[in-house]
C-alpha cells in the first residue's frame, strides 16, 4: 500500500510489542494506539485477565477505554471493573483499531504470557514498550536489545546499575552495529 495525504503507508509504521497491561500499562496504551506512526501488534502479559488490579477509582480506567474505544458499554474481560491483563490488552487494541481506523487492514493483535516466546516469534516487531514492575526494566531491556529490538521504557531504566549500564552499554552498540552485522 501507498501512503498519500492523511494517510501513513503501513511500511512506514512503527511495529510495537507492548510488555505489562497493568493499570499504568493500559493508561499508557491508549495515547500510542492514537499516534498513526505507531501500530501495536502484540501483548505480553502473564495475567490473562483483570483479576485483582487496582487503580485510583474503580470505574475512572475503565471509562477512559471505553471513550478511546468509542464503546460505552465496553467491559473488561472476568466482569472486573478495573482493566488489565493480555486478553484485556488484545481487545483493547483490536477494538480501537476497528473503531478508530476501520479503512485500515488490521490483521489482529498477538498476545503472549511469556515475553521470551513473544520476542522469539515476533520477527516483523521494531520495537517493544515495556510497562513491567521497575525490578524488570533492566532484564527485559536487554533481552529485547539482544533480539535487535528498539525499546521504549517507562521509568525507571533498572532498579540495579550494572544492569541499567549493561542496557545502556547495549542501545549504544546497536546505535553502531545494526543487530544483523552482530550475529543476533
Known amino acids: 500500500m501507498l501512503g ?3 494517510y501513513i503507508a503501513p511500511s512506514d509504521k512503527i511495529t510495537l510489542g507492548y510488555i505489562g497491561i497493568g ?3 493500559v493508561r499508557e ?3 500510542l ?3 498513526t506512526q505507531i ?3 502484540s501483548v505480553c502479559d502473564p495475567n490473562k485477565t483483570a483479576n485483582g488490579y487496582k487503580d485510583w477509582s474503580k470505574e475512572g480506567l475503565r471509562n477512559e477505554v471505553r471513550k478511546a474505544i468509542k464503546n460505552p458499554n465496553w467491559t473488561p474481560g472476568g466482569n472486573y471493573s478495573i482493566p488489565g491483563g493480555r486478553d484485556n490488552g488484545k481487545e483493547i487494541v483490536e477494538s480501537y483499531y476497528a473503531s478508530q481506523r476501520p479503512d485500515e487492514k488490521y490483521k489482529g493483535c498477538s498476545s503472549y504470557a511469556d515475553v521470551r516466546e513473544m520476542l522469539d516469534k515476533e520477527k516483523d516487531m521494531d520495537a517493544v514498550k515495556i510497562m ?3 525490578h524488570l526494566h533492566g532484564i527485559l531491556s536487554i533481552a529485547a536489545l539482544k533480539k535487535g529490538k528498539h525499546i521504549l521504557l517507562h521509568k525507571p531504566l533498572s532498579n540495579r546499575l550494572l544492569e541499567g549500564k549493561k542496557v545502556i552499554e547495549m542501545a549504544k552498540e546497536q ?3 545494526p543487530p544483523d552485522t552482530l550475529g543476533f
Open 4 to 6: 498519500g495525504p492523511g
Open 23 to 25: 493499570t499504568q500499562g
Open 175 to 177: 546505535c553502531y552495529h
Open 132 to 134: 513491567t514492575p521497575d
Open 39 to 41: 501500530q501495536v501488534t
Open 33 to 35: 494506539l492514537a499516534n
Open 29 to 31: 496504551l491508549l495515547p
